[in-house]
């Protein structure tokens, strides 16, 4: 058996574990930058508050309805999300991290020790709940798909009160009946589109599809996908954690920028993510994304970017920023108040299967990034950097409503009243 | 992190430590004062009311939100919006200080009351620590 525990509204929730004040009240959290809402509590759910939309469109609104704001602490989410995990970690033998907020928990010896999943669910919820005063919802089934449409039911569907199961032939059909397609787990919103044209609305429409047949239309994943919705187990851990095909390096400014050797300098500290991110997965980019633009909500709006190709794959940050320094000239503008800037490295491959050139002499300097990165690793992010990136980060993270870091720093622990 | 320190020998060494054998882990405060990391919290203690049984204004208070609450039990409790460190009576379901000046409250319906969590230590801080300075003011 497996379950997916995840926190519900995972950033709001946080902010409620050492502020009691703000318990009972509408509370959303914002982005980087304090730019969109990116998460928000049950109680504001009731208020509509759009998810993701900007926050300065609503302020008025949240005003009104005295909404607490709160910049995204990540210090406290960190520290928060480990409990969490540790805890849900005591009622399986495998765990599975998946993201800040959610775990794949893996039942095979403890499997002799449940004889009814739905209380064993409830259990987790209320030891997580007591241990961190987290909220999470827990959804059980015998495979990984299967459980996340369990909690999917746990948390939306009425009557299930943060707790689904499905055991049965019929809790299967039930709950993938009430559920839309786009919500399964590996179904993207494009693909969910095109099963829509087909006449597939549901997740149990498509698990009623023949998978051999679905692998020739779309691909391995949903074939695999809908085996899954049928209670065939084809995932496993390795397939979640694949490579990924893209890496990107993107904020917004805490400030806008204006000036060639900020903006540079940006760019260049993003460059830095994306190559160390390459180098950790072992991947190398044959391009590079690299663009910058003012604010879409403001007069004039402009955009630019550029795709680098470098002459062979590499995740040398030193190559890397040396194409920032020549597309720059291309991308920055005069007078232009730049909002947001970034890079994304593309078409990568991997670092294993190589294909050196024979004529042109290798730009990786492997071990000089290793040393780097080893350096960083010990000393902190930044110890080493380039010398365009300023130390100064003057476009660094604007966050006007930090709450905080109540279990991370000595200054910000919670006072108690005696 | 605990990390048993192994020294780089030179090439040219003396004796080998007699005691090399024995080294050991040093004693860490957090295993003593923390039985629960997952479920412990660090707090400052604000206020008076609690002296009599030896918790002073400033002190740091270790709070263990997994242990069952016994009758008469040192806990932090919201009381009302605010983190309360104070003796639960549970028959009377009021929150005792330890101070002649504060009186017992009755905790009502109408009132916003959880308990957080058990008050298992107390560390109180006699040498100033810097790191702890901003949060004493």
Redesign the interface.
Known sequence: MYALVDATSFYASAEKVFDPSIRHKPVVVLTNNDGCICAVCPIAKKLNIPKFGPYFKIKHYLAKHNVVIRSSNYELYADLSERMMNVAARFCDNQHIYSIDECFLHFKQFTKLVDNWHDYGYQIRKVVWRETRLPVGVGIANTPTLAKAANHAAKKLPGYNGVAVIDTEQSRKSILAQMNVSDVWGIGSRLSKKLMVMGVNTALELANQCPKQMRKQFSVVVERTINELNGIVCLSWDDVKEPKQEIFSTRSFGQRVTDYNALKSALTSHVNIVARKLRKQNSLAKKLYIFAHSSQYQDNYYKQSVIVQFPQATNNTLVMANAVTSALPSIFRQGVLFYKCGVGAIELESNRYRQPDMFSPDLNNESLMQCFDMINSRYGQGTLSMATESKQHSWQMKRHFLSPSYTTKWSDIPRISC | MKIIPIYIEAGVSGFESPAAEYKELGLSLDELLIE????T??????????QGIG?F?GD??I?D??KQVKNNAVI?A?YN??????TLNKTHAQLI?ASQIHPPITITTSD?F?I?GVVTRVIRILEP?R??N??ML
């Open positions: 629960n990391p997952t479920a919290f660090i707090g400052l203690a604000s206020g008076e009311s609690m918790i204004d740091l208070l709070v939100r997994s932090v919201n919006g605010c983190f309360v460190c104070k200080s916003d959880q957080e620590i790191e702890l901003q949060c």
